[in-house]
């Protein structure tokens, strides 16, 4: 594959990728949603190799449930290049939590997209939040644009970050003017809330190269240009559209903003996020 036509800054950080396997070492849970390809730590860093990027944050994968050991895995062979975001149950204990903060981890994922079945019971979302405030963790919320709304009151009640990925997962067709856009802009300007202008495969209708995508998170970054982050969301789980090449992806990033947009949002807004 190509290299990109666009050369992202130096400690670029890809805030939103995921590590499946290898399923030899790090075995998936039964309940999974789906069954993925291996793709491990060394897939990630060729991909890095090419596209220039040096800093990662690994979202912990849905197939591996709550055992975040390929995750944490990654972290320690990045030379402190790398981050994570977790998943949890009440099992874990502070000692656990200390453990996966050792290990690298600054926040825990909530997933609210229904087709993944894993919603969580929200007494366990607020017992999480309160959880995880001492350590200067944050939420990282994953819902569909439906759930904008349902959620707003729930989300303006958080005092510590939080973030939403994937532009909230909007649908390109419905415009900017959109209600569950609009709600997501009025979070966005909350200054504990923090939007990942990631997924533009998944917000597009038209499909590759997802220039309709393009105008949300262009609104996202003009509305918080200090709490925006980016990601590839490689190895790109259940796509909307097929994604020929994540290079693809990274030159649009010069389709959404100057230069200092994408300085804040490549190097300083995720090094003050996830504490690179």
């Not at 502070?94 to 981890?105: C, D, P």
């Not at 300007?189 to 209708?205: L, M, Q």
Request: charged share 25%; aromatic share 8%; hydrophobic share 45%.
């Amino acid at each position: 594959m190509a290299a990109p036509n666009y050369l992202p800054p130096a400690n670029a950080c890809d805030a939103h990728c995921h590590i499946w396997g290898p399923v030899a070492r790090f075995p998936f849970v039964e309940n999974r949603p789906f069954t993925p390809p291996d793709r491990g730590k060394e897939d990630l860093a060729a991909l890095y190799a090419r596209l220039g990027v040096t800093r990662s944050v690994i979202v912990q994968a849905i197939v591996h449930g709550t055992d975040n050991r390929a995750m944490l895995d990654a972290i320690a062979s990045s030379g402190g290049r790398y981050r994570g975001v977790a998943l949890i149950d009440d099992s874990f204990d502070e000692k656990a939590l200390q453990a996966l903060h050792a290990g690298g981890v600054r926040g825990v994922r909530f997933g609210f997209v229904r087709h993944l079945k894993a919603r969580p019971d929200m007494d366990f979302f607020r017992r999480t939040v309160a959880r995880i405030a001492p350590l200067g963790w944050h939420a990282q919320i994953h819902l569909d644009a439906a759930d904008l709304l349902e959620l707003r009151d729930e989300l303006h009640a958080l005092r510590i970050p939080f973030v939403i990925d994937h532009m909230g997962r909007v649908d390109a067709a419905g415009g900017v003017e959109q209600p569950a856009f609009r709600a997501l802009l009025e979070m966005a300007r909350r200054e504990n809330c923090w939007v990942k202008v990631s997924g533009a495969d998944r917000v597009s209708t038209a499909g590759p190269p997802f220039h309709d995508a393009l105008p949300f998170a262009r609104a996202l970054i003009a509305t918080a240009p200090d709490r925006v982050v980016w990601g590839t969301d490689f190895p790109h789980s259940n796509p909307r559209h097929p994604i020929a090449d994540d290079a693809n992806l990274l030159d649009l990033l010069p389709l959404m903003g100057d230069e200092a947009d994408l300085q804040r949002l490549l190097v300083g807004n995720p090094a003050r996020l996830y504490g690179f």
